[in-house]
């Protein structure tokens, strides 16, 4: 995301939350008011429908660009299968805390959010067995018009993989290279009315609520910065010490660059060269290992982004006052951590595709227009741990293959 934009979804987020606290104080004709309320939320759809529609392009390209471009997945089994175990494995128990704590210290719960929930649409809930079967798609294109995002992710992994296993595929790579360029230049323009969307969201949102949420908010930041260091602490720093035989002082040194690379650009994608460079260089993991676990981890493993979304799940649902049931957790796990491999590694995704496990537990959009006020530092956040993680699982992978 540039600077400018950054700075602009600040003020339409601030200038939203002035308007709408300003709007709930002060008593306006019932019927100016109103089509104040109607335009907010006229602005505010525009956003939310674009949003919508971006989401399954962005899963479909970027997953099969992203398989199709990993060299010789074939050759590299092994260690293929060994990386995309491990970085599963560390997004789910990364989406575990962030219940867990999201549960315990449960932000948004017992503010009075008036939202007629009748208009929610809350699907009757799957089994797991269910959940399971349901994402193989019995027809993928079928799945790619209902947005079915499950069936999505698994059938864009085959397809990616059986573009990088077929030898005469250039042109077919390449091409979905420049669509996936394309469908985030899409993206970047969509996001240039960010602040507008925002703001009348926002101020809709606090004309109708007050100000209890801003409070709540504030909890959900600091709880998701919370997280996100608790998975460093019991997670990654464990198994890098013990498992991977390195002194965490070194770790940290060794990976400075690209974690301070990643922190400025939030992009786990862009610090590709320097996170390999680290590695290689200061942390002693084979080229062979790192060319294939780095690309693959800034493609597929997002612990910071499935540590965001599930808070931010729990969060909304709580704002709203929707009970979630257990069916609804176990759709979050595997909703986020799907959603998290079909995030791109470029600022901001992460949020977007927020979207994806919201609709999956019947939870409503608008939620992502609260939270991502206060997403850019912790994009920033997150995509250092998410760097972390792509720097621990080469590290295993490269100790395990010595
Ligand atoms: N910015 C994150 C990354 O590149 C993705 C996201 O959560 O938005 O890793």
Redesign the pocket.
């Known amino acids: 995301m540039k600077k400018g934009l950054t700075k602009n979804i600040f003020y339409g987020f601030f200038f939203g939350i002035l308007l709408g606290i300003t709007l709930s104080i002060v008593k306006l004709p019932n019927g100016f008011e109103n089509t104040i309320l109607d335009f907010l939320n006229f602005g505010g759809d525009v956003f939310l429908k674009t949003i919508k529609m971006l989401v399954v392009p962005i899963v479909f390209f970027s997953i099969v660009n992203g398989v199709a471009n990993l060299n010789n997945i074939n050759s590299l089994g092994r260690i293929g299968f060994k990386s995309i175990f491990l970085y599963l494995t560390t997004t789910f128990l990364a989406i575990t805390i962030s219940l867990i704590l999201a549960n315990f210290f449960n932000p948004g719960k017992g503010v009075n959010f008036n939202v007629d929930t009748k208009s929610i649409d809350i699907s009757d809930p799957p089994s797991f067995l269910e959940i399971i079967l349901n994402i193989i798609p019995s027809n993928p294109f079928q799945s790619l018009v209902n947005g079915e995002m499950l069936q999505v992710i698994f059938f864009s992994i085959l397809l990616g993989s059986a573009i990088s296993l077929l030898k005469k595929n250039s042109s077919l790579k390449k091409n979905f290279n420049d669509l996936n360029d394309v469908v985030m230049k899409i993206l970047s323009i969509v996001m240039v009315f960010a602040p507008i969307g925002i703001f009348c969201l926002i101020s809709k949102t606090f004309a109708t609520q007050g100000l209890s949420s801003i409070l709540e908010l504030f909890k959900y930041f600091i709880l998701v910065i919370v997280a996100l260091i608790t998975h460093l602490l019991i997670v990654y720093l464990p198994i890098i010490k013990f498992y991977g035989n390195i002194n965490i002082l070194k770790f940290f040194s060794g990976l400075k660059d690209a974690l301070i690379f990643s922190f400025s650009t939030?992009?786990?994608?862009a610090t590709i060269p320097i996170t390999l460079s680290c590695l290689k260089k200061n942390l002693d993991v084979k080229d062979n290992v790192a060319s294939f676990t780095v690309p693959l981890g800034a493609t597929i493993n997002?612990d910071?982004?499935a540590i965001m979304q599930g808070i931010a799940t729990i969060f909304i649902s709580n704002l709203y006052g929707i009970d979630l049931i257990l069916s609804d957790y176990v759709s979050i796990i595997l909703t986020a951590t799907l959603a998290s491999v079909g995030?791109a590694?470029?600022?901001?995704?992460?949020?977007i595709m927020l979207g994806m496990v919201l609709g999956q537990v019947g939870l409503p959009l608008e939620g992502i227009a609260i939270v991502m006020g206060v997403d850019r530092f912790l994009?920033m956040l997150?995509?250092s741990l998410?760097i972390s993680g792509d720097a621990m699982v080469s590290i295993v992978v490269n100790k395990s293959e010595n």
């Open positions: 939030s992009s786990s994608s997002m910071g982004t995030t590694g470029v600022p901001g995704v992460g949020i994009d997150r995509t998410n």
